[in-house]
Nanobody, 122 residues
Framework: QVQLVESGGGLVQAGGSLRLSCAAA????????LGWFRQAPGKEREFVAHVTWNGGNTNYADSVKGRFTISRDNAKSMAYLQMNSLKPEDTAVYYCAAGLLNTMIATHYNYWGQGTQVTVSS
């Protein structure tokens, strides 16, 4: 069992940066792939990035590649999403998720946080 809590969202101007954090509770956190997803109003939840259990491999959606960086610190049971050069189209609720597969498919993740709102103004 893993409990996830996101933080760090907010309002930022286009071109700005935010760092999202995901705090995890659960003894087996280190064994899970950690993913970030987002959902804008009226749209389906979409994959943003994921990082494997040891941080050795990462994967990004094309829309954020080169702007966002995912990382994790297993010693602190934390995961992060550094978001630079933000665009208005990045506006969404961002969710942290944990699963056993290295996948971009949301339904393959077992545990989810409650989400944090990111709003990018033009």
């Amino acid at each position: 069992q893993v409990q996830l809590v996101e933080s760090g969202g907010g309002l930022v101007q286009a071109g700005g940066s935010l760092r999202l954090s995901c705090a995890a509770a659960g003894r087996t956190f280190y064994s899970y792939t950690l993913g970030w997803f987002r959902q804008a109003p009226g749209k389906e939840r979409e994959f943003v990035a994921h990082v494997t259990w040891n941080g050795g491999n990462t994967n990004y959606a094309d829309s954020v590649k080169g702007r966002f960086t995912i990382s994790r610190d297993n010693a602190k049971s934390m995961a992060y999403l550094q978001m630079n050069s933000l665009k208005p189209e990045d506006t969404a609720v961002y969710y942290c998720a944990a699963g056993l597969l290295n996948t971009m498919i949301a339904t393959h993740y077992n545990y989810w946080g409650q989400g944090t709102q990111v709003t990018v103004s033009s």
